[in-house]
């Protein structure tokens, strides 16, 4: 009898995992799609394509909000069992609260890894061929960059005349050892500027120690010691543009983690993505319990109103502290590992109080 009952609430609390998440699917697909559409409105691409990136962009969207969805399913999950007596059935067949709360807390934690190994290396091949796919139509596909092992190279156009950088590295906001060379619309070099470092975290870099070279006269040098460059890049560009860690999977992040360091990705962004990932599966568990605080413990119709809207308030919490914390930790404000565990550790400290209540029920 006992795997019967367990049956019924795991497949149970699936199958409302899977409506909720085609309800956030649809929602995402009428949004993007717009975003898509304004995108491709001044090139001749018909509608096939933006609803093809849109439909490879939702899956890794659905992954970010996960935690919610997982959320919103055990609410719906608790009330309906409330509202049909099925609550009442299952005590009677002796399943307390606790049991039951455990058994779907159980259940979103084997879901969050299943997803880590299994669904996200799909997503983010997704979001990988999105990327490649978009990038063939983007504006600025003029302009290119190159992060690898022997360095930043950088290529801008400005107005008819071409721009080549090169750095030795990129270290959180400065590029080291640069050399820019700018050259005429007959690709003839015309200068070239030297520099020690630039801080690049506005697109008016500021470069130090500089050195300029006026190729089109003899014998002209000119040094500075602060020289400002207009750049079509800061270093948020240069992150989101070509270090999209969304297209990398859990399954690559732990077994080519000194690859992709090699590659020129900053070890702190990959430490920071692989404990997000790892926290996942605590993440579903916990908004289970969470879920279950705020549906469990009311009585009536009215109460079941009044708890979800407070859950909706918390969900909107979460989501800002959970933002807020990982800012922090890109600040150095908090240390990394830190910044991403700290709502995972709020909502445990919260749950753990909250759950004893839920047994007394």
């Known amino acids: 009898m006992n795997k019967i009952v367990n049956r019924y609430l795991v497949f149970g609390f699936l199958k409302v995992i899977i409506n909720v998440t085609l309800v956030f699917v649809c929602l995402g697909i009428i949004l993007n799609l717009f975003e898509e559409i304004e995108f491709f409105k001044n090139l001749n691409t018909g509608i096939e394509l933006p609803f093809m990136l849109t439909m490879l962009f939702i899956p890794n969207l659905i992954l970010k909000l996960l935690p919610f969805i997982i959320f919103i399913s055990a609410m719906y999950f ?3 069992i409330k509202i ?7 005590k009677i067949f002796g399943y307390s609260n606790l049991r039951i709360v455990s058994i779907l807390s159980i259940t979103a934690f084997l879901f969050g890894i299943v997803t880590l190994f299994a669904i996200n290396p799909v997503t983010s091949a997704m979001v990988k061929y999105y990327e490649q796919t978009k990038a063939k139509y983007s504006k600025d596909t003029d302009h290119l960059v190159s992060i690898n092992k022997n360095g930043v190279w950088i290529k801008e156009n400005v107005g008819n005349k071409f721009r080549i950088i090169t750095a030795k590295n990129l270290d959180k906001n400065f590029l080291s050892d640069i050399t820019i060379y700018s050259l005429n619309s007959n690709y003839q070099i ?4 030297e520099s020690k470092s630039a801080d690049i975290s506005q697109n008016k870099w500021l470069l130090k120690d500089v050195v300029i070279f006026d190729l089109t006269k ?7 010691d602060d020289f400002y460059l207009d750049s079509v890049y800061d270093i948020n560009k240069l992150n989101s543009l070509y270090r999209n860690l969304d297209t990398i999977s859990f399954i690559e992040l732990i077994s080519e ?7 020129g990705y900053q070890k702190e962004l990959l430490k920071e993505q ?4 790892l926290s996942l599966p605590v993440f579903l568990f916990l908004m289970v319990l969470l879920a279950s605080i705020f549906t469990v413990n009311s009585i ?3 109460q079941n109103i009044y708890y979800i809207f407070i859950s909706i308030i918390a969900c909107a919490v979460i989501y800002y502290f959970k933002d807020l914390s990982i800012a922090l930790a890109q600040t150095d404000r908090v240390p990394l ?9 709020a909502i445990a400290l919260f749950c753990s109080i909250g759950i004893i209540q839920i047994n007394e029920k």
Not at 84 to 90: E, R, Y
Not at 218 to 224: A, H, M, Q
Not at 337 to 345: D, F, K, N, T
């Open 274 to 277: 692989l404990h997000t990932f």
């Open 337 to 345: 590992i830190a910044g991403v565990w700290m709502p995972v550790i």
């Open 257 to 263: 983690f000194r690859l992709l360091t090699d590659k």
């Open 218 to 224: 003899e014998s002209d040098l000119v040094k500075k």
């Open 300 to 302: 009536n119709k009215a």
């Open 190 to 193: 015309t200068r070239r500027i």
């Open 84 to 90: 049909n007596k099925d609550l009442l059935s299952l």
């Open 78 to 80: 608790f009330i309906s």
